[in-house]
Structure formats: structure tokens, C-alpha cells
């Protein structure tokens, strides 16, 4: 096969694990837009929030270290000991179970029935609340984030690959980060558990019934707050998992909340209430993007990655409205 | 015992029109714009004009613009960095290629320039709402900064790839450039900031703003009635743009002085505007005043707080901002949905009737 081909297609390849990665955010978005209407632009900066307190928890690190430094004169930094992954990971759970709880008494509750608008306005709050909040407790500084995933060059793959090639020299094999093979593993069971959460338990169904119609499910006598909790904390933890995988790729920081901006044209292509549309969208977005870099580099140059996703949704809302898997929508004076 | 309208007879359809129908509050208009023009240049300094006075009055015609498309006529925008970028380049570009060009000419051209770029953006507005509209208007912000850092001709190929503002007169004294001084750029903003607000406040209570509110409300039952949808909501993308367009190129031509697109119009700025707009009250011309003066003002006092006060870095100074920000939107959207706005006309409502409590 010719070059050309052979390294589109390892583009597309590494595209797919990309995607994934927005997948995986776009899975929260979904959950708790179908579950409670809001459309959390927080889920981005959630991701980012779960990440830093699972560094900040296996580093022993103390919160708020820098705040306390800078008042009092201290030099706090850790507690002096390094917390297994297997509690931390837990520990950063309830943390984000709580703050699904907190955001449910603090903020929702205030909210019921206001325009969708107005919430997610209010979300927009959240999220530069909990990256101040982050950051002011666990510094802003980039971290090494480190769960034990293996990560470089996946060797096995390369070798497995390589008669791809069809004899040609210059084709060792597909380069892929074994860190995204895993991805793909982890969000196949998180898609998976949560399937099996809404379909076979009770909660899972009492979720379904609200994400079908808030009224009837309040009047049989589901509990709505209980609800909304369930979902942001659902949503908390597969921000951890996304937050795990962004920052075991690429570092804890910042720029982390801003590639989980990519998740909304993931869900404009896919559908703001379909969670399968939410992982088509994410690979369809993360190969598209890789395949126009490559292809349109030479003639418009690079970087194209920063908009291309926003360009591909603005010209799929022109046709299709409710994305790929959406429900028709449909609208009455 | 001021503040009341009894005895204040109206004889005609223009006066009880008119946007201070109080007696008292038209006399605080004229009082304030005497002030600004007669005493704050005698009282302005380096540090105030810098830090507080000059883009306060900038941010406030960004944050009338962004209300007009999101207050007035409910269409979520977060591309408002973008369009102050194509205001900025559109400026450096036409005062580079036509130096003759009076600068002021070349803001308000800056304006028109960005109104176009904003209605091709706007175009899909026509078809999707709510945030499906966000998200487009997030492709322009995400596009038309990597255009302006890809593309040399936007910044004349500079090396940096920033563009700086050259030094441009206005009756021989300069308003732009480094020899500019803090009271002719002061002018300069606060001519634009009154001409501007003038302008927006008639615009929303003619027939143009009654059809974007009416849009706002409810288009489809809006379009039953007669409104059309294209030329209301083009018309709200075209004028918010000009805006926020004339404030881009205000920020870079007499503030900034250079300025590189992604630093300095990246999404923050976007978001900056939208809580301006949020806090201050949507669909209100004194909330565009107050959003903007709070969030210019509150940075400016938690640094003399923390920073010059207690000693703290200046970084931690900002997570902290970050923070406040944030946890005021979401009070403000739970205590008082309409803004500091909302507050002002309570408050007057309790004026008229002070001291009696009926």
C-alpha cells in the first residue's frame, strides 16, 4: 500500500483513541442533560476538578497549601506520606459524589424550573468556581498524573500491523500509545456498567423515568433530588475517568477543561440525549480532525484541530439539528 | 423626598417616553455627564485611567453589544473575543493601509466590518437556538482567532505575528500609540461610550428592539405575529457585533497598543463579557454600566486586598477571582436573575414611596 494511505490511516487510528477521550466527556454531558435538561458546561472543569484531587490525594498533598503558605508564612506542602491508588481512587470518588451533592442543595434546588438557559448559564458559574477552587487548593502547577496505566509505543500492535504494509519498507507497523488501547477498554466497560445500571436496577430505571418525563416520574412518586444527585455524581465519576486518562496522557492542567470544550460538538453530532451518539460523535470528531490536519496541513497549514470540530458541528446543525442519534425536536407556541 | 414623580406633568407623547421619566433621575444623567467631561480628566491619573477608568468604559461598549444579542434578543453568543479580534485586526489593518484615515473613522469602520463578519456567524442563528447556538458562535471564536495568528496578511506578516497600534491624531493631539496621553484616550472612550449608549438605548425601544424582544420571548409565536425572524435576528448579530467590534478596536488601538489574537481575545474575553452582561442584567442598558464596572472594579480591589494587603501572590490572587466570579454568577442567577439591573429598580421602586411604607 502507498505511504499515503498507510499514514492516513495511522492518523485515523490515532484519531479514534482521541476521540474516545472526548467520548468520555461527552458521556457525562449526556447523562445529566437527559436525566435533569441541564446542559453542564461544568463536566469539562469537573473532569479537570476529579483529576487534581486524585494527584492531590496520592501525593498526600495538603489542600488549600498555597492559600495557608501565603496567609500565615508557613511551608506546608504534604502530609508526608503517598496515598495507594486503589484508596485514592475512591477517596476522589466520594469527593466527587459530594460535590454532586453539594451542587444539587446549593444550586439546582435554587433553579427548578428556570429556562434552560439561565441553567446553563449557571453552569458556566460552576465551572469557573471549581477551576478557582482547584486551583487555589491543590496549585495550579501541571502534575505528573500516574495510575499505573503503561503507557508508550504498544510494540505488539506495531508488529501485528506491520504486514499491512504489503511488503513496502518504510511500514514498520501502526504506532499507537498503549495508554490508548486501555481508553478504549475503560470506556467500552464504562458504557457498558452503565447500561447495565440503567437497565436492570432500580435506580437505573427510576433515572430512565425521569429523563423520559419529570412529571409522571414525580408523581409516582420518584425522588427528584435523589435523581439529580445520582446523575451528577454518575457524571462526577466518569469526569474522574476522563480526567484519569487526559491527565495520565498529557498532564494534569489546565488546558485539560478547555479540550473538553471539544465534547460540544461531539454532542451536536451525536445528540445531546443519546449516549451512544456521544462515543460515535467523539470518534467521528476525533478521526475527522486528525484526517483534515493531515490532509489540509500542507495547503492551510497546521493547527487546524483547534476549530475544525466547531466548524464540522456548525455545518451538521445546518441539516441536522438534532444530531446523529437526537431526538426530533419539536416545537410548539 | 427627592425622588418622586408627583407633580411631574407629562403634556406630550415624547416626554412620557422619555428614558428618565423622573424628574430627579434626568437631573443625576446630566450631573453625571457633566462630571465625566468636566471633572474626571482634571482628577484622572496614569494608574486610575490604566487600571480602572479606561477599560471600564471599553468593556462597557462590549457588554452593551453582547446584551443586545443576549438580553435583548436571547441569542446565547460566546464568540464575543472573536468579534472584539476582528474589530482590533479590521482596525489595524485599514489604519496601516490608509494612514490619511481620521482614526476615529477607522473605529467606527472597524464597527461595520465586524457587523458583517457577525451576521455571517449569525446566519446559522436562523436555524438553531439555545445553546446549539452557543457552540456555533464557539467556531467562530475558535476559527477566526486561528485565521488572525495563521494568516499573515491579518498582522502585516510581524515577525511576533502581534499588531501594534502606529500613533494616529485627532486635531494634533495623539489618542493613540505610546505618546498617547491618559486624558485624550480617556475622551476618546468616553465619546464612543456615550455616543454608543445613546444609540443602543433607542435602538431597543423602537421597533427594531420591540421585534428582537419579541424574538426573545418567543420566536415561533413572535414569527406568527408578523416579526420577521431573519431581519430581527440578523439585524441583533449585525448591531451587537458593530459593538462589540468598535470595542476590539478600542481595546487594542488606545488601550492595549499591541495585541496578538489568542492572548489577547481568547475565549476568556468571551466569557469575561458574558458574566459583564449576566451580573449587570440581561436586557438592560444601566446593567451592561454595572456589569462592567463590577467585574473591572472587583479584580482591582481583591488585589489591593490580598496582594498589597496581606501578601499574597498575585496568582493565588487570581485563582481566587476565578472563584468569586463564578460563585457570584450562580448567586446572582439564583438570588436575582435579572442583575444588578433588577436591584437599581427595586431600589427606586422603595424611593418613590420612602418615607411611607405604601
Not at chain 1, 46 to 55: I, K, P, S
Not at chain 1, 104 to 131: D, S, W
Not at chain 1, 217 to 244: N, P, Y
Not at chain 2, 95 to 115: E, H, K
Request: glycine share 10%; hydrophobic share 60%; proline share 3%.
Amino acid at each position: 500500500m502507498s505511504e499515503t494511505v498507510l499514514f492516513a490511516f495511522e492518523a485515523a487510528l490515532n484519531g479514534l483513541s482521541v476521540g474516545i477521550m472526548y467520548s468520555l466527556v461527552a458521556l457525562g454531558f449526556v447523562l445529566i442533560f437527559k436525566a435533569s435538561g441541564i446542559f453542564n458546561f461544568a463536566q469539562g472543569v469537573m473532569a479537570l476538578f476529579a483529576a487534581l484531587t486524585l494527584v492531590g490525594f496520592q501525593e498526600g498533598a495538603v489542600p488549600f497549601a498555597h492559600v495557608i503558605n501565603a496567609t500565615f508564612g508557613t511551608s506546608v506542602h504534604d502530609f508526608g506520606f503517598n496515598m495507594p491508588t486503589l484508596i485514592a481512587i475512591p477517596a476522589a470518588v466520594a469527593v466527587m459524589v459530594l460535590l454532586a451533592w453539594l451542587v444539587e442543595r446549593i444550586v439546582l434546588k435554587h433553579l427548578v424550573n428556570q429556562e434552560p438557559i439561565i441553567l446553563f448559564m449557571a453552569t458556566i458559574g460552576l465551572a469557573y468556581f471549581l477551576e478557582g477552587l482547584g486551583d487555589l487548593m491543590w496549585g495550579a502547577e501541571v502534575k505528573r498524573l500516574d495510575v499505573g496505566i503503561p503507557q508508550g509505543g504498544n510494540v505488539w500492535f506495531e508488529e501485528n500491523t506491520q504486514w499491512l504494509g504489503f511488503g513496502n519498507e518504510n511500514f514498520w507497523g501502526f504506532y499507537i500509545d498503549t495508554l490508548n488501547l486501555y481508553a478504549i477498554v475503560i470506556a467500552a466497560i464504562l458504557v457498558a456498567a452503565l447500561v447495565i445500571f440503567s437497565q436492570y436496577t432500580k435506580q437505573g430505571r427510576a433515572l430512565r423515568a425521569v429523563a423520559d418525563d419529570h412529571q409522571a416520574a414525580l408523581s409516582v412518586g420518584i425522588s427528584l433530588r435523589f435523581i439529580w444527585v445520582l446523575t451528577w455524581s454518575i457524571a462526577g465519576i466518569v469526569a474522574l475517568v476522563a480526567g484519569i486518562m487526559w491527565g495520565s496522557k498529557s498532564g494534569v492542567q489546565f488546558s485539560l477543561s478547555l479540550i473538553a470544550l471539544k465534547a460540544l460538538p461531539v454532542l451536536i453530532l451525536g445528540g445531546f440525549t443519546s449516549i451512544p451518539g456521544a462515543i460515535v460523535g467523539g470518534l467521528l470528531i476525533g478521526v475527522g480532525e486528525k484526517l483534515f490536519d493531515y490532509f489540509m496541513q500542507p495547503i492551510i497549514g497546521g493547527a487546524t484541530e483547534n476549530w475544525f470540530a466547531y466548524m464540522l458541528a456548525l455545518a451538521f446543525l445546518l441539516f441536522r439539528p438534532q444530531g446523529l442519534f437526537g431526538e426530533k425536536i419539536i416545537e410548539r407556541v | 423626598m427627592l425622588y418622586r414623580e408627583a407633580g411631574d406633568y407629562k403634556s406630550s407623547y415624547s416626554s412620557d417616553n422619555q428614558t428618565f421619566p423622573i424628574r430627579f433621575d434626568r437631573a443625576a444623567y446630566y450631573v453625571l455627564l457633566a462630571f465625566s467631561f468636566l471633572v474626571v480628566p482634571f482628577l484622572l491619573n496614569d494608574y486610575w485611567a490604566n487600571s480602572i477608568v479606561i477599560p471600564l468604559l471599553i468593556y462597557v461598549i462590549a457588554a452593551l453589544g453582547l446584551n443586545i444579542l443576549i438580553g435583548y434578543c436571547g441569542q446565547l453568543s460566546l464568540g464575543t473575543g472573536a468579534f472584539m479580534a476582528v474589530g482590533a485586526y479590521a482596525t489595524f489593518k485599514l489604519t496601516t493601509a490608509m494612514p490619511w484615515m481620521p482614526i476615529y473613522l477607522v473605529f467606527i469602520l472597524s464597527g461595520f466590518v465586524t457587523a458583517a463578519v457577525g451576521v455571517l456567524f449569525g446566519l446559522p442563528s436562523l436555524k438553531i437556538k439555545g445553546f446549539y447556538l452557543a457552540v456555533a458562535t464557539l467556531a467562530a471564536q475558535f476559527f477566526l482567532i486561528w485565521l488572525f495568528t495563521r494568516v499573515g496578511w491579518f498582522f502585516n506578516d510581524s515577525a511576533t505575528g502581534m499588531i501594534s497600534m502606529p500613533e494616529r491624531t485627532v486635531f494634533g493631539i495623539p489618542v493613540t500609540g505610546a505618546a498617547a496621553s491618559a486624558v485624550a484616550v480617556y475622551f476618546s472612550c468616553l465619546i464612543f461610550v456615550v455616543g454608543m449608549a445613546w444609540l443602543a438605548r433607542n435602538l431597543t425601544r423602537g421597533n427594531v428592539g420591540r421585534t428582537w424582544m419579541a424574538i426573545r420571548d418567543m420566536d415561533i409565536a413572535a414569527e406568527i405575529i408578523g416579526v420577521n425572524p431573519l431581519i430581527a435576528k440578523l439585524t441583533a448579530f449585525a448591531v451587537s457585533s458593530f459593538f462589540v467590534g468598535v470595542a476590539g478596536a478600542l481595546l487594542f488601538g488606545v488601550y492595549l497598543g499591541a495585541a496578538e489574537a489568542g492572548e489577547a481575545f481568547g475565549i476568556n474575553k468571551s466569557f469575561l463579557v458574558l458574566f459583564m452582561v449576566i451580573i449587570g442584567g440581561l436586557g438592560s442598558i444601566l446593567g451592561s454600566f454595572l456589569g462592567a464596572a463590577f467585574l473591572i472594579v472587583l479584580p482591582v480591589i481583591l488585589k489591593l486586598l490580598l496582594v498589597d494587603t496581606i501578601g499574597w501572590p498575585a496568582d493565588l490572587a487570581r485563582h481566587l477571582e476565578v472563584m468569586i466570579i463564578g460563585a457570584l454568577i450562580i448567586l446572582v442567577l439564583i438570588a436575582e436573575p435579572h442583575g444588578m439591573a433588577a436591584i437599581w429598580r427595586t431600589i427606586k421602586e422603595k424611593l418613590r414611596l420612602w418615607p411611607f411604607p405604601h
